[in-house]
């Protein structure tokens, strides 16, 4: 049984004549004939009396009647909260991101987000990497700005940029006063690391810059949040790898090192549902297009 049974039952038993309910759904009377005895067949009894002259429910079809007539309804409120939803969805902007994204990206798009739509309502997401794609995929965010990116055939993604890890070390460090130094000096040193849990993709390029190096450090903490490390460093509890976008919020009692030997890179990457239809999300790429220079179309 489909909406149309129903659709077509009522339309006959509001008119009582076949050849008005047939112009009213725009059919043709042979075929609402059909559709109605089909329907019959399906519920088991018989809906309608017709004779030449008029047309008659039965006691069973004024029972169908009343029930066909809550299930439109109940059909056409389903479709107008489906629209309300949508519509409410059109007017919401969900942005999952890194710290990074606050002091890297969003100054560069909120003007435009904010100046195209003012309407918009814009929700932040502080998440790790991990939940933003979770959330990604089940819908309750829009764009997702993470340090990796994840191969779904679902998302995709663009690079925004790579920038370099920076050494902090305490200012009463005795090599705060060296001009450089070379990363063979981090063996044994106490390191403040970030956690793993929170900051997955900066752990594993420390991690493997230090084996890669042959780097035998001593981590005295794994801190939850980049600001940690800062503080923990300013304590002088040790020293630690910080993404370049941190060294503005360092304070006088920390110092940043140039070393010798490049430290690695780390990137941030803007990641979206494929084939998305978001005039927001356009705009950002957009901005982000022209801000970072980046190749895609």
């Not at 043709?28 to 018989?46: A, F, T, W």
């Not at 679902?154 to 920038?163: A, Q």
């Not at 001009?179 to 929170?198: A, H, L």
């Not at 084996?211 to 800062?230: A, C, D, E, F, G």
Request: hydrophobic share 45%; glycine share 4%.
């Amino acid at each position: 049984m489909e909406l149309r049974h129903l659709r077509y039952f009522v339309a006959i038993a509001e008119e009582l004549n076949f050849t008005k309910a047939a112009k009213r759904m725009c059919t043709v009377q042979p075929s609402l004939s059909q559709q109605i005895k089909d329907l019959e067949h399906e519920v088991g009894v018989q809906l309608l009396v017709r004779t030449n002259r008029k047309v008659e429910l039965t006691a069973e079809g004024q029972a169908f009647l009343k029930q066909a007539l809550l299930s439109l309804e109940h059909a056409e409120q389903a479709i107008q909260d489906a629209r309300k939803v949508a519509k409410k969805k059109d007017l919401e902007l969900n942005i999952g991101f890194v710290p990074v994204a606050e002091m890297k990206v969003f100054p560069y798009i909120m003007p435009n987000i904010r100046a195209q739509f003012p309407d918009l309502n814009i929700q932040f997401h502080s998440q790790t990497d991990a939940d933003q794609f979770k959330a990604l995929k089940k819908g309750d965010l829009d764009i997702a700005f993470t340090r990796y990116v994840d191969e779904s055939d679902d998302i995709e993604f663009v690079e925004i940029f790579r920038e370099p890890l920076a050494l902090i070390v305490p200012k009463d460090s005795p090599f705060a006063a060296q001009k450089s130094v070379s990363i063979k000096s981090f063996n044994q040193q106490n390191f403040v690391i970030s956690d793993e849990g929170s900051s997955p993709q900066l752990y594993k390029i420390i991690q493997d810059f230090f084996k890669k190096s042959k780097l035998n450090v001593n981590v005295v903490q794994h801190s939850t949040n980049i600001l940690l490390n800062v503080n923990l460093v300013g304590m002088g509890v040790g020293w630690s790898l910080v993404p370049a976008y941190v060294i503005p919020l360092l304070g006088d009692k920390i110092v940043v090192k140039n070393t010798i030997e490049p430290l690695p890179m780390i990137e941030l990457y803007a990641n979206y549902p494929k084939g998305q239809k978001n005039a927001a999300i356009d705009l950002i790429l957009k901005v982000l297009k022209d801000q970072f220079h980046l190749g895609f179309n």
